[in-house]
Nanobody, 116 residues
Framework: QVQLVESGGGLVQAGGSLRLSCAAS????????MGWYRQAPGKEREFVAT????????NYVDSVKGRFTISRDSAKNTVYLQMNSLKPEDTAIYYC?????????WGQGTQVTVSS
């Protein structure tokens, strides 16, 4: 059973930075894509960033372009989200997502709170 475990969330002031990590474990795991979604209070879950596991391409929602960077360490089965110049509107629970040949998987989420 594949498990995705996020870490790195927390409270930060506007303009600050955080780096989220998502480690995949359990069984044989070979992702095609891994990425991040977020859900703010009272809102739908939205796409934030994704990348091919080969590293050939990345994609971001417009609101985070130039501020967030997705990357991965294939040896560790870990994907990262470096978040810079954080804004209060980035406050949300951030979820890791993986799409593999065996299905789609989600982490439990990590809270990011940006104070103004």
């Amino acid at each position: 059973q594949v498990q995705l475990v996020e870490s790195g969330g927390g409270l930060v002031q506007a303009g600050g930075s955080l780096r989220l990590s998502c480690a995949a474990s359990g069984g044989t795991f070979s992702a095609n894509y891994m990425g991040w979604y977020r859900q703010a209070p009272g809102k739908e879950r939205e796409f934030v960033a994704t990348m091919s596991w080969s590293g050939a391409w990345t994609n971001y929602v417009d609101s985070v372009k130039g501020r967030f960077t997705i990357s991965r360490d294939s040896a560790k089965n870990t994907v990262y989200l470096q978040m810079n110049s954080l804004k209060p509107e980035d406050t949300a629970i951030y979820y890791c997502n993986a799409v593999a040949g065996t299905g789609e998987f989600w982490g439990q989420g990590t809270q990011v709170t940006v104070s103004s």
